[in-house]
């Protein structure tokens, strides 16, 4: 077996395989990297992995990976408790608190240091604040993404909009879906619903998930009805199938989808698929009517550092600092789509400007990084079961099965009672 992480969970081949014209050597550290996601990220990993090996010959990589975040994480859990850590963990930026607080992952504040201050590295302190959590830098963020638009152009010109030029809000954008649907027949949007896209829609409203002192829900307010409303005419006014995302992306490569709300990190995945289908278009997220300064949820992930043999740890580190190094970045943003977590590879041109240049759907990410915020992280043990519990009402609403008044109270009565409590 010749390719790297093919199935999730499970041990997978060295990463002289990704570069084989390196020879084993003797004596070589081999360590253990998980990730999440493989669908979005392999392309990403595959590369560093072999632009890795060309200067660190001596390391050897086993990737470890899971279908996605909720998943990845549960796993670490378990795996810590069975004192069978790997030694190196990239998890989704908002549930990295858990393992900060449990102290499963390391401080990275030592490591980062030894090479001098953290900005002449390329990690600002924006992006250091995407993995630290009341002070303990618990990891370093390797991707970040916001939710852009996806457009079929062709579909798009026949229901009697400009591709180049679409409607700025969610209100112009529900108008397109349903010419979309009169006008050539297919379904017109597809807003990819979940825990990040009501957090996405909810800054969008100036909400927020909890009070400042964390000691209560804050999306139980005006903001997250809002919130839920849009999922409902979503729904009743466009007609948006009840998809879930793999079917969902089908549909659009395959010309059956108009528009399609989801994350930049698949831009090379959409790429790929829709290949000479149709003429694809990317735009950044609609706002909400009136409100143009909302901010959105910052999506990605971040590496840990999980290991406890001294020399496994330090090839763990380097493995680490190359992921989110200039050259590691700038790597991963051209095999996925997300927007580099390097301040260098954002603002050298030797990097990346040429790239944003030349491949214009990739840009809508950088256009809207102004706006972007943090993912919320729950505190306390059950930051996986708080995000199912949101992702569980929210298709309430999409399926009908609930109306936003009652999905919402529903989502704040499940959340409090997994919160910690407060003595």
């Not at 939710?147 to 909009?161: D, K, M, P, Q, S």
């Not at 997300?338 to 050298?348: E, F, G, H, K, S």
């Not at 609930?402 to 499940?414: G, S």
């Amino acid at each position: 077996m010749t390719a790297i992480a093919r199935r999730p969970l499970l041990a997978l081949p060295a990463a002289a395989l990704a570069a084989p014209a390196i020879p084993r050597a003797q004596g070589a550290t081999e360590i253990t990297v998980h990730y999440c996601q493989p669908f979005i990220f392999q392309a990403s990993y595959d590369a560093i992995t072999a632009a890795f090996a060309r200067i660190e010959p001596s390391i050897r990589i086993t990737y470890v990976t899971s279908p996605g975040y909720p998943e990845g994480a549960q796993w670490l859990l378990r795996q810590a408790a069975t004192n069978q850590l790997p030694d190196l963990s990239f998890q989704g930026l908002n549930l990295a608190r858990v393992f900060a607080e449990r102290r499963i992952a390391q401080d990275l504040m030592p490591l980062i240091l030894q090479g001098g201050s953290a900005a002449s590295q390329g990690y600002s302190d924006a992006l250091l604040a995407l993995g630290r959590f009341e002070g303990y830098q618990a990891g370093l963020a390797y991707a970040a993404s916001t939710a852009i638009t996806y457009v079929n152009a062709e579909l798009v010109r026949r229901a009697g909009f400009d591709p180049a030029a679409l409607p700025a809000d969610w209100d112009g954008h529900i108008r397109m879906a349903i010419a979309l649907r009169e006008r050539t027949g297919v379904d017109g949007m597809w807003f990819a619903w979940s825990e990040w896209m009501f957090q996405t829609l909810l800054l969008q409203h100036h909400g927020r998930m909890m009070t400042p002192d964390e000691s209560d829900v804050a999306f139980d307010s005006p903001a997250g009805l809002a919130t839920l409303r849009y999922h409902e005419r979503f729904v009743a006014e466009t007609g948006m199938p009840a998809l879930n995302t793999n079917s969902a992306q089908q549909a659009f490569a395959a010309g059956r989808l108009g528009a399609f709300y989801w994350t930049t990190a698949v831009v090379r995945n959409f790429i790929q698929s829709v290949g000479r289908n149709f003429e694809l278009r990317t735009a950044t997220l609609p706002i909400v009517p009136g409100i143009p300064d909302g901010q959105l949820a910052t999506g990605g992930a971040c590496g840990m550092l999980t290991a406890r043999d001294p020399a496994k740890r330090e090839a763990a580190w380097r493995f680490l600092r190359f992921a989110t190094s200039p050259e590691g970045q700038t790597l991963m943003v051209k095999n996925s789509g997300y927007v580099p977590c390097n301040q260098i590879a954002i603002d050298d041109p030797r990097w990346l400007s040429d790239f944003y240049r030349d491949n214009p759907l990739f840009r809508p990410a950088t256009e809207q990084a102004g706006k972007m915020a943090p993912w919320y992280a729950f505190p306390g043990p059950n930051g996986v079961r708080i995000t199912q519990a949101i992702t569980n009402n929210i298709s309430r609403v999409i399926e009908r099965q609930a109306t936003p008044e009652v999905a919402l109270r529903d989502m704040a009565a499940e959340v409090r009672r997994l919160l910690p409590r407060r003595s």
